[in-house]
Each structure stands twice: as structure tokens, then as C-alpha cells.
């Protein structure tokens, strides 16, 4: 697989300047809105056949985020170009400083499956606003979102401006060995270890997103009607396939029960079944018997039933579930919610903080101490105190992990920064100059140096 002449346009694009013009860039992400919302039908056809999702979920768990950053760049396009006016430091009078932001060059997004259009067309909206081009290799497991990409892309616009490449490992890893000026990655830690190593062959930057066991932490201070359907909604969205849903339970013991009880009921009210608009498939059979095989059917407490030819794994409980269990052991990445329980909440939250950090924790509590101490004990990418997941929809919350969950963070203007160089230019007047710098060095002027800074 040969990338080289694909990475070598778009060099030949960017050192053209067309990209760096504001103009050119809002207009090209207008194209693209109306290039995703005049094939809006296509685009929820083809991901109901990946894995069922239905149009009211592409709507709201991928399009509108795509559509609300392109309308987020194209309103403060030029804010965000504008030089940045900073003080000057004593030592440097007469003259002034600024920080001019500019875009990297040729960059690469890699997409990881579960949210197949808003997770390679997100980063790809920041690159292009930010004036790069760009190279987008969405993921291919779900074959009929990535080719429906390549295609629309492809076909509207200049390979050598942005351009939607189709495969799997064999063409990553071609791709990898281009010199690009930016590597933006979603998916597993392990292939982030991947990417970042091929990366650094080229000194290339990287952002990575990745995943992790992402904590609900319910304390008896917490009102358990809101936690249970809120626990509930984020959990089940995609079937469990999404990067920053509650993982698992850490309930307090004394409210262990009740919170069981509710969470069970919303379940069985929200009523996920086979085709259902609100319940996906799983995303291949792979995926499935990976899921199977982390129930320990002693420990059910609701669900634990599935069809394989539908790729369902019905929304599963599970109960007395302990650190050292294998569902405790790596990402779920499905429809299977253990919860474990708590009797001393510092101790719960040092559980927590001795793990790998993970992208998201969650915590619900009305105490403004237990609120504190959470903040204080765990580190994390992001998250919410009394909800799941919705963090992410806030432009203004840069989105990204620590540690083992991903480096670097998107959305909003932290896109816009993450695809961007900041140059710092110092412009000197060239009258009125101290005399401090030069030699001789004496020791009147050490004593003002040290003064001044
Ligand atoms: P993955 O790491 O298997 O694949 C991601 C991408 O890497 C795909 O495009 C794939 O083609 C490519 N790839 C796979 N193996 C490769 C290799 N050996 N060399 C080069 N490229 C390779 O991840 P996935 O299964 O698509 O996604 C699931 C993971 O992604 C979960 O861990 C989840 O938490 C994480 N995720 C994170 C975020 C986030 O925003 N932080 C969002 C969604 C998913």
C-alpha cells in the first residue's frame, strides 16, 4: 500500500497558502455541512446496517456534534485567528510580544468504530478549521459508514486538500510511515501505543484518545432516582459502546440495594430489545463473544440473555462483583454494568486513583464535601458530578484522557489549538536599548538583570 504520492499533494496543497486563508477554510467547512446534511438519509441508512442504530441516535450521538463544530469554527473563524496581543516582560522594553497561531501542515486522523462519523469527521472539522489538510482513516469495522465517507468526501473534494482513506491495519500502518505534521488517533490503548511509537520515527505530535474503566460512583448523599435513569440512559446509549460510559457501579453499601432496584426498573421500563430505536447491535461477533465471556452467569442479576444472529446482548446487571473478577479487568465496551459496593468512601475513591486514570468518572452526591474530595483524590480526562457522558456536548470542556485513557484533548477551541502551532514573536524597537545584555558583564548589571525579570 503506497500513501506517499496522496501525502506529497497535500504537502504541495498547504505550501500553496489556500488553506491559510479564513475565507477558504469557513467556506469549505460550509460545503461540508451541506454536504452531510443533504445526505443525511444515506448517512443513516448506511450506519442502520452496520450495527441498527437508529436515525434519532446518528442525530444526536454523532451529526450534531459534527455540525456543531463546523458552525463553532465558522462563527469565530477569525477570533480564533487573530494574533494574540500578550505584556512584554521588563527586560524587553521597548517592544512588544504576540502569539500568531498557525496551522501544522498535512495531518492524520485515525477513527475508532463506536461512533464511526462523529469520531474521524470531528477531528478532521478541527484540522481543516485550524487550516490544515488532512488525511482521514476512518475505522473498518463498520464497512457501510466507511465507505459511505470515502465516497461522499472523496468525491466533493481535492484529494489534495482532504481525503478519506479506506482500510484497516495494513493500510494504518502504511499510512504511519508518511513524515505528517500531526497525528490524530481514537481508539484502544494498545494501538495507541502503536501510533505513538510510529510517530515519534518522525518527531510527529500526536493526540491520543483512548479508553479505560470509566467509574459511576453513587454515595448515600445521592438522589437515586436521577442516578439510576441517568447511570441507565449513559450505560445502555449504543448498546455500551461508547468510550466515556459508566463502566461500572461503586455504590455506597447502605444505599447498594435501592439503587439495584431503580436502575433494574428503568431497564425494564426503557424496554431494550432487538431493533429497537434506542438499542444497537453489537458491532461484530468478535466483540460479542468477548462480551459473553465476561458474564459470570452466578452473578446476573438482570439480563445475561442474547441472540447472536441479531448481534444483542440484552442490558445485563451484575451483583457482588469484586476488583479482582475478569469483567474488573479490562474495558467493557458493552451492554454489561457490574456494580460493586463501598462502605468508606475515601477508601472507594483510592480504589479509583490506584487504577490506571481513567477517561471519564462520574459522581453522584448532593455533599459538596464528598463533591470535593472526588475532585481532589482522582484524577481523570473529564466528567460530571450527577450525570453521565453529556460533559462531551459542552464546547467550552476541552475532551480528552490522562495517562493510560489518551494525551491532548479536542472540541471547541481546543481542537482548533490541538491542530495548531502557537509562534511566539517578540517585535523589538530598535531605539531606547539598555545597555544590560551586553559585555562587559559587570556586577551592576547582574544585580538590575536579577532585579528586572
Ligand atoms: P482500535 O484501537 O482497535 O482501532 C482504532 C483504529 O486503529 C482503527 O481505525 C483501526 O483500523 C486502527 N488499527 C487497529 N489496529 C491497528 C494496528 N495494529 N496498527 C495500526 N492501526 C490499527 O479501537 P476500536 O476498537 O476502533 O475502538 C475501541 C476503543 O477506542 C475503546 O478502547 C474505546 O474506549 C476507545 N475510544 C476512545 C474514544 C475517545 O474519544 N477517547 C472514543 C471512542 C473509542
Redesign the pocket.
Known amino acids: 500500500m503506497e500513501y506517499k504520492s496522496l501525502f506529497t499533494a497535500q504537502k504541495s496543497f498547504f505550501a500553496s497558502r489556500q488553506t491559510k486563508d479564513p475565507e477558504f477554510r469557513k467556506a469549505r467547512l460550509l460545503e461540508l455541512k451541506k454536504l452531510l446534511l443533504d445526505n443525511e438519509a444515506l448517512l443513516n441508512e448506511a450506519i442502520q446496517k452496520d450495527f441498527g442504530k437508529s436515525d434519532f441516535e446518528t442525530y444526536i450521538t454523532e451529526l450534531s456534534g459534527i455540525i456543531h463544530d463546523i458552525d463553532y469554527y465558522v462563527k469565530n473563524m477569525h477570533a480564533l485567528c487573530r494574533p494574540e496581543k500578550v505584556s512584554t516582560n521588563w527586560l524587553n522594553l521597548p517592544g512588544k510580544s504576540r502569539i500568531y497561531t498557525e496551522p501544522l501542515g498535512v495531518t492524520l486522523v485515525?477513527?475508532?468504530?463506536?461512533?464511526p462519523y462523529q469520531?474521524s469527521l470531528c477531528p478532521m472539522v478541527a484540522a481543516i478549521a485550524a487550516g490544515n489538510c488532512c488525511i482521514v482513516?476512518?475505522?473498518?469495522?463498520p464497512a457501510h459508514t466507511m465507505q459511505l465517507m470515502a465516497k461522499l468526501i472523496n468525491t466533493h473534494f481535492d484529494p489534495a486538500y482532504i481525503h478519506v482513506v479506506e482500510?484497516?491495519?495494513e493500510e494504518?500502518?502504511a499510512l504511519?510511515q508518511c513524515p505528517f505534521d500531526k497525528i490524530f488517533?481514537?481508539?484502544?490503548?494498545?494501538?495507541?501505543k502503536?501510533?505513538y511509537q510510529a510517530a515519534a520515527q518522525h518527531l510527529c505530535p500526536v493526540t491520543l484518545?483512548?479508553?479505560?474503566k470509566s467509574p459511576a460512583i453513587v454515595t448515600a448523599n445521592a438522589n437515586l432516582d436521577v442516578a439510576a435513569k441517568r447511570i441507565t440512559w449513559g450505560k445502555f446509549l449504543n448498546a455500551g459502546q461508547?468510550?466515556?460510559a459508566p463502566d461500572y457501579i461503586l455504590v455506597e453499601e447502605q444505599v447498594r440495594q435501592e439503587l439495584t432496584d431503580k436502575i433494574k426498573a428503568q431497564v425494564l421500563k426503557n424496554d431494550y430489545k432487538p431493533g429497537a430505536a434506542h438499542y444497537t447491535q453489537i458491532i461484530n461477533e468478535r466483540n460479542f463473544d468477548r462480551l459473553l465471556a465476561l458474564i459470570d452467569p452466578a452473578k446476573v442479576i438482570l439480563g445475561g440473555n442474547s441472540d447472536r444472529e441479531k448481534r444483542f446482548i440484552a442490558p445485563t446487571l451484575l451483583s457482588e462483583v469484586t476488583a479482582q473478577d475478569a469483567i474488573m479487568q479490562e474495558?467493557i465496551?458493552g451492554p454489561l454494568l457490574p456494580i460493586l459496593s463501598f462502605t468508606d468512601y475515601q477508601r472507594a475513591l483510592e480504589m479509583v486513583a490506584e487504577g490506571a486514570k481513567p477517561?471519564s468518572a462520574y459522581l453522584f452526591s448532593d455533599s459538596k464535601q464528598e463533591q470535593n474530595l472526588f475532585l481532589e483524590r482522582v484524577s481523570f480526562?473529564g466528567g460530571c458530578i450527577n450525570d453521565v457522558i453529556i460533559h462531551l456536548t459542552n464546547e467550552r470542556l476541552p475532551?480528552?484522557?490522562v495517562g493510560q485513557?489518551?494525551m491532548g484533548s479536542y472540541h471547541g477551541p481546543y481542537g482548533f489549538d490541538t491542530f495548531s502551532h502557537k509562534k511566539s514573536v517578540l517585535y523589538k524597537a530598535t531605539w531606547g536599548e539598555p545597555d544590560l545584555k551586553f559585555p562587559p558583564y559587570t556586577a551592576a548589571k547582574r544585580k538590575w538583570i536579577r532585579k528586572l525579570r
Open positions: 485515525i477513527g475508532a468504530w463506536n461512533y469520531l482513516k476512518p475505522s473498518e469495522l482500510g484497516g491495519v494504518t500502518t504511519l488517533f481514537t481508539g484502544s490503548t494498545k494501538v495507541g502503536i501510533v484518545e483512548l479508553g479505560g461508547t468510550c466515556v474495558e465496551f477517561l480526562g475532551f480528552g484522557g485513557s489518551g
